[in-house]
């Protein structure tokens, strides 16, 4: 289990922002991190351990609907895998919220899809999004993230081993201020109209430009 998971904010942002578009349904999808050295193509391999922090770089919304259909699942998964090949990233993890706004307790849909993954990468990581935390202004990131443990369990990381890019918070607050979630697109979606893009490109350029107007602030 690697030291600390760093987020960025394109990776924040989207968990939440599909969190907040589906508030009456329970949602999934992954996260991005660049390849790592050694696992022969697998973001951590044998070697993953050796690497202090892990930084998730995007994310990607999968479902709404139906979290559990396994067809779908392998679609999406070789899809993700394939676009972001190219731009060296790997699939490091599953983010999760559930429907109910009390319940962040991952369950066997989450546990067997974050197994998937870490079958190829030895530091995945497992995000449930903390429902009840999520507001229009954020002050501390809404997620409970996960890794596996020695023991083969998966085990929540101390907070202060989870760092979020900073500026991050007031810029997904901005964006949900906006109500840019209902501008997302996940693998439903995109089944249902193949002209919404589950990466996700409008949702990239936004952030690119509050993220530059926070920092020449």
């Known amino acids: 289990m690697s030291g600390e998971i760093s987020l960025t904010c394109p990776a924040l942002a989207k968990m939440l922002l599909h969190a907040a578009r589906y508030p009456q349904a329970a949602v ?8 790592r050295g050694g696992g022969g193509g697998g973001g951590g391999g044998t ?8 930084t998730l770089v995007d994310a990607v919304p999968l479902f709404h609907l139906q979290l559990s ?7 999406a998964l070789t899809q993700i895998e394939q676009r972001y090949k190219g731009e060296g990233l790997v699939i490091a993890g599953y983010y999760q919220a559930n429907e109910h706004i009390r319940d962040n307790v991952p369950d066997f849909v989450a546990l067997k899809v974050a197994e998937k993954i870490a079958e190829n990468n030895n ?6 999004v903390d429902n009840k935390r999520l507001c229009l202004s954020l002050q501390s990131a809404p997620i409970i993230v996960s890794q596996l443990s020695a023991e083969g369990k998966w085990k929540s990381k101390d907070k202060s081993s989870v760092h979020v890019e900073e500026g991050s ?3 997904v607050s901005t964006l949900l201020q906006r109500r840019v979630q209902h501008d997302v697109s ?3 979606n995109h089944l249902d109209d ?3 893009d589950w990466s996700n490109p409008q949702i990239n350029k936004l952030l690119t430009t509050l993220t530059a107007a926070a920092t020449h602030e």
């Open 69 to 75: 259909l396994a067809p779908m699942l392998e679609v």
């Open 28 to 35: 999934s999808g992954v996260v991005l991190a660049p390849v």
């Open 169 to 171: 918070l007031e810029v």
């Open 123 to 128: 530091d995945a990581c497992l995000i449930m």
């Open 47 to 54: 070697e993953g351990s050796t690497f202090s922090t892990m």
């Open 194 to 196: 193949l002209s919404c």
């Open 186 to 188: 996940d693998f439903d």
